[in-house]
């Protein structure tokens, strides 16, 4: 006889004699063992909502980021803050933080240019936003947003609307 057998033995043997001498000891053990587990419940659910409710918030602190780096580009160079270029380490850390932040939620899309150089297949990428629906998430998120970043992302909103309806489709990448 294994060890799990000997045991469960000895447990129903217990449970056998608590039942004779009325104790119920291990009726009221198990009721507490149950409302332990009800109890831990309990918490494990608050405790998904707020790692959801954080998700969130980080979620919007990076689109914020991203959108603060984004007008830094453009005050640096406003011929063409949308093109990246991977080749550059930092261009291409941004790649990354703009795909996951931006491009994979679908408030903007990666336009990829190829370049023959010496054989090998390269590739820049231009950024172009989606603005009316970042503008939109600014607003809808509640998060705290700079001033100034608010108006710019609201002038570039404008603009694309602008554009819109002067007949280009979608926002158009600035002449390099």
Same mark, same amino acid.
């Given at each position: 006889? +294994?060890?799990? !057998?000997?045991l469960r033995?000895?447990?129903?043997?217990?449970?056998?004699i608590?039942?004779?001498?009325?104790?119920?000891?291990?009726?009221? *053990? @198990?009721s507490?063992?149950?409302q332990?587990?009800? @109890?831990?419940? @309990?918490e494990?659910?608050?405790?998904?909502a707020?790692m959801a409710?954080?998700n !969130?918030?980080r979620?919007?602190?990076?689109r914020?980021l991203?959108?603060?780096?984004?007008?830094?580009r453009?005050?640096?160079?406003p011929? +063409?803050?949308?093109?990246f270029?991977?080749?550059v380490?930092a261009?291409?850390?941004?790649?990354?933080?703009l *795909?996951?932040s931006?491009?994979?939620?679908?408030l !903007?899309?990666?336009?990829i240019n190829q370049?023959?150089a010496?054989g090998a +297949?390269?590739?820049?990428?231009?950024?172009?936003p989606?603005?009316g629906?970042?503008?939109?998430d600014?607003l809808?998120?509640? *998060?705290?947003?700079? @001033?100034n970043?608010?108006?710019w992302l609201?002038?570039?909103?404008?603009e694309?609307v602008k554009?819109h309806?002067?007949?280009?489709a979608k926002?158009t990448?600035p002449e390099?």
């Amino acid at each position: 006889m +294994n060890r799990w !057998a000997r045991l469960r033995w000895w447990v129903r043997l217990l449970a056998g004699i608590d039942w004779l001498l009325g104790t119920h000891l291990l009726t009221k *053990t @198990t009721s507490h063992w149950q409302q332990k587990i009800e @109890t831990m419940q @309990t918490e494990i659910s608050s405790l998904e909502a707020r790692m959801a409710e954080l998700n !969130a918030s980080r979620g919007a602190i990076l689109r914020h980021l991203c959108l603060s780096y984004l007008q830094l580009r453009q005050a640096q160079s406003p011929e +063409n803050w949308f093109h990246f270029d991977p080749r550059v380490p930092a261009e291409e850390d941004a790649i990354e933080i703009l *795909t996951r932040s931006l491009v994979t939620p679908h408030l !903007a899309r990666w336009k990829i240019n190829q370049i023959a150089a010496g054989g090998a +297949n390269l590739y820049t990428y231009d950024l172009i936003p989606d603005w009316g629906t970042l503008h939109q998430d600014a607003l809808n998120h509640g *998060t705290r947003i700079p @001033t100034n970043l608010f108006d710019w992302l609201a002038e570039q909103a404008a603009e694309s609307v602008k554009q819109h309806k002067q007949g280009v489709a979608k926002p158009t990448l600035p002449e390099r």
